[in-house]
């Protein structure tokens, strides 16, 4: 049996006299993946930064061992491009680990160019770090958040490799069912425990709630009976009583009454006395509804069929060319998603559409008449002194009426949009975005990526929305899931390249993902050499010059082995 890396027990945090985490226990043994999840702001990374010993809890402790490295990925990658250049004079395994992310020959960038990072490359290069650290348990704050897709599944094979324990904060779904085995969720300040990947915790998720409303409607009808019951004793003793006091009636009839009347009196008191009883050894509360995320769009007009055209597109920066000749189209109604490895030029080009950046050579038309609402994937750039409210800038009743409702609609209650912007966690944060852009009535929506930091109940109805929203939407994701729900067409960005692919994501992956046939039979005939080869050496003498020739052979077809694979 595995043993325990780190036990927690009885953990207790408050922020600003509000419970974060109330009496949290648990442990974490050698070899486990486990997914941490919960609402946004419900103290995912709280709990990361006390178990890396960044945070003090109120109460309870943390056993672990003293020598236990952990290696912890955080959710910002707000880094300086001094910082990348200290992790990268440093060399050694960052490099090849930034070379395997498809950061090529990064460690000749100068620091202006490590100043004008992507997203991507920012985490890749944060990753690469964590990773060449050596660490001994690895704690992972949305990991593929900003990650292209060859990064997920490098990610992917290299935790699969990794012995030690790591705990996965995420909300990608298919990343999670993937890697973890048991799954962590937070909410309202305790911690519930499920077996298995994403997909079996819903399911079971699913069935707990439909067990508890059950058992909870079993209860409130054995209540009701029990009061129906109560009810038809106090009538009775108050007609006892009545009949008590009458005039008329003999001693004898009226004692009979009254002693009637008292016995009553006890039974409506036992029962009661029961009830209470019954009910505060077994109570059960009525199970909380699972947050009812709504996003309401609105678009107006009908416009020409062709609403942006690019005619020998080409975009350099600092001598670097991001692509190159490319021409392409999007339609109205539309749902394109743009791919490509990170660097390659997605909001470059998002840019260049909202008109923010200039075409270094070619043409980008589009429809002058056309409203574009942007979600960018910078959640840092909000006035962090201001609260919600302030920063939307709304000032009229009805906009304010309207800004709550969706705060509300979003699970952002009274007391977060009154609170400073820079108080929100990054998930908090996405949401005041998204009411700021929902306010306003567009025929374009481009997103980049729409689903960092938001959590799994707002991606899911986001997903629904978006599919009922008749304008064009434009998104940059690395969510496998959300793209594949939401996309039809594709912007591939290739070879500095872009391309129209009238395909949706999963026909892409799928057609890509097929290895071709002669490579499987190459690697299957340096595999059966391989091994006629050490067939041969354990019966020769290893001074003979056949040993050695079969010893040069035997290192190179493992070199092409290992390039194959």
């Known amino acids: 049996m595995n043993r325990n890396i780190i036990k927690v027990t009885g953990l207790e945090m408050n922020f600003n006299l509000r419970k974060i985490l109330d009496n949290i226990s648990f442990d974490i043994k050698d070899g486990e993946r486990i997914g941490l999840v919960g609402y946004n702001g419900t103290g995912k990374t709280t709990l990361a930064n006390i178990l890396t010993g960044k945070l003090t809890p109120d109460k309870g402790f943390i056993e672990k061992s003293p020598d236990l490295k952990i290696g912890y990925l955080t959710q910002s990658i707000d880094y300086q491009g001094s910082e990348f250049q200290e992790y990268l004079s440093s060399e050694g395994e960052i490099l090849q680990h930034s070379k395997e992310l498809g950061l090529k020959k990064v460690y000749e960038w100068e620091e202006n160019r490590l100043s004008h990072l992507s997203g991507g490359e920012k985490l890749k290069l944060a990753l690469s770090n964590v990773w060449s650290s050596k660490p001994g348990f690895l704690i992972l704050d949305e990991p593929t958040n900003h990650l292209d897709f060859k990064g997920i599944e490098w990610l992917i094979e290299e935790l ?85 006091t009458m005039q008329g009636r003999d001693f004898g009839n009226k004692e009979y009454h009254r002693v009637k009347a008292k016995n009553r009196d ?71 998603g743009l791919l490509g490895e990170n660097g390659c030029g997605k909001t470059t080009l998002v840019k260049m559409i909202l008109g923010e950046t200039s075409v270094s050579s070619g043409e980008l038309w589009k429809s002058e008449s056309l409203k574009v609402a942007y979600l960018s994937q910078d959640v840092d750039n909000l006035p962090a002194d201001k609260t919600p409210l302030e920063a939307l800038g709304f000032t009229d009743r009805e906009n304010i009426l309207r800004a709550r409702t969706l705060f509300a609609n979003l699970g952002l209650k009274e007391q977060f949009i009154t609170k400073p912007i820079g108080t929100l966690s990054l998930g908090e944060r996405t949401r005041v975005k998204l009411v700021d852009m929902l306010m306003k009535q567009y025929d374009v929506l481009i997103l980049d990526e729409p689903t960092n930091h938001l959590d799994l109940p707002s991606r899911e109805q986001l997903e629904k929305t978006l599919n009922d929203f008749a304008g064009t939407i434009i998104t940059v994701s690395h969510d496998y899931y959300f793209l594949n729900k939401l996309c039809d067409k594709l912007l591939l960005f290739d070879n500095q390249k872009i391309k129209r692919l009238e395909m949706k994501p999963e026909e892409y992956f799928t057609k890509n993902s097929a290895e071709p046939t002669d490579k499987k039979e190459t690697l299957m005939i340096i595999e059966n050499r391989i091994a006629s080869i050490l067939g041969e050496l354990s019966l020769i003498d290893s001074k003979s010059p056949k040993y050695i020739e079969l010893d040069t052979e035997f290192n190179e077809l493992l070199k092409q082995k290992r390039k194959l694979i």
């Open 160 to 244: 699969e490799k990794f012995k030690g324990p790591v705990l996965i904060i995420s909300h990608d779904r298919h990343f999670l069912d993937k890697m973890v085995k048991r799954i962590l969720e937070i909410e309202n300040t305790k911690i519930n425990f499920y077996n298995g990947n994403y997909s079996d915790y819903q399911k079971e998720k699913r069935h707990r709630l439909e067990t508890h409303m059950h058992h909870y409607e079993v209860q409130q009808r054995k209540k009701e009976e029990i009061e129906m019951q109560m009810d038809q004793l106090t009538a009775w003793s108050e007609k006892a009583h009545q009949t008590s």
């Open 266 to 336: 006890k039974q409506v008191k036992s029962k009661m006395k029961r009830l209470q009883s019954e009910l505060e050894k077994n109570k059960i509360d009525k199970p909380l509804e699972e947050a009812k995320v709504r996003f309401q769009f609105d678009t107006k007009g009908n416009r020409g069929k062709r609403i942006i055209e690019a005619k020998s597109l080409t975009k350099t920066f600092d001598e670097r060319s991001l692509f190159r000749d490319s021409h392409f189209y999007i339609n109205n109604g539309e749902r394109i």
